[in-house]
């Protein structure tokens, strides 16, 4: 049985902060694939992507180049409607029958995770790995209420980079992507105002 960490975003785009959770799981030998799967239609944010899926999409590419264990997943394009994480694992376990699948948040999704779509059923197919980025206190506490509540959720490595998707967006800076994400985001001229 195979241990499956699922890795989805928005990826709008993809910064370093990503960058470094990708990193932290492609190098935890508890996993051995990791799905890098950028969201379709985002449930919990206003869909006004300023950049086309196919740049999304290539960035997420760009950065599996990367890792021996990332492979790009585009599962959510394969349906009609938003992008909901049960949606997505009940469509992955059939894809991987009998695979241990692990999705992953950051500290800010792990404040509202248990009010996802469906969480209590989500609970009950996978397990969760919890980032750090910066939360504080409020981040243990959230881990301590979610495990009290049932929740398999295991915490990941120290604190990541903080990064803001949408501040990077009206003024993109160099030092917060990934040299290869750089590369392509200049070439390209994306998020130029």
């Given at each position: ?10 990826f709008?785009?993809f ?5 470094e ?19 379709k239609?985002?449930?919990?944010k206003?869909?006004?992507l300023?950049?086309?899926?196919s740049d999304?999409?290539r960035?997420?590419q ?18 009609e ?16 029958p ?8 950051g ?19 996978v397990?969760?790995?919890?980032v ?8 243990l ?32 800076k ?5 040299e ?8 390209r ?5």
């Amino acid at each position: 049985m195979a241990k499956i960490a699922v890795f989805g975003g928005t990826f709008n785009p993809f910064h370093i902060g990503h960058y470094e959770i990708l990193s932290l799981l492609c190098n935890n030998d508890m996993f051995d694939k990791v799905l890098l799967v950028p969201d379709k239609i985002p449930p919990h944010k206003e869909y006004s992507l300023c950049v086309d899926d196919s740049d999304r999409i290539r960035m997420c590419q760009i950065v599996c180049e990367d890792f021996a264990k990332a492979e790009l997943c585009l599962i959510e394009f394969e349906r009609e409607g938003k992008s909901y994480t049960i949606d997505t694992v009940k469509a992955l376990k059939k894809l991987y029958p009998g695979d241990e699948l692990f999705v992953t948040c950051g500290g800010d999704m792990i404040k509202t995770l248990d009010s996802w779509y469906r969480f209590d059923v989500l609970k009950d197919l996978v397990s969760f790995i919890a980032v750090n980025r910066g939360d504080g206190k409020s981040f243990l506490s959230d881990i301590k209420r979610l495990k009290a509540s049932g929740t398999n959720i295991i915490v990941l490595g120290d604190k990541i980079t903080e990064v803001s998707s949408t501040e990077l967006r009206n003024n993109i800076k160099r030092e917060y992507l990934p040299e290869k994400v750089w590369e392509y985001v200049n070439k390209r001229g994306i998020y130029k105002q």
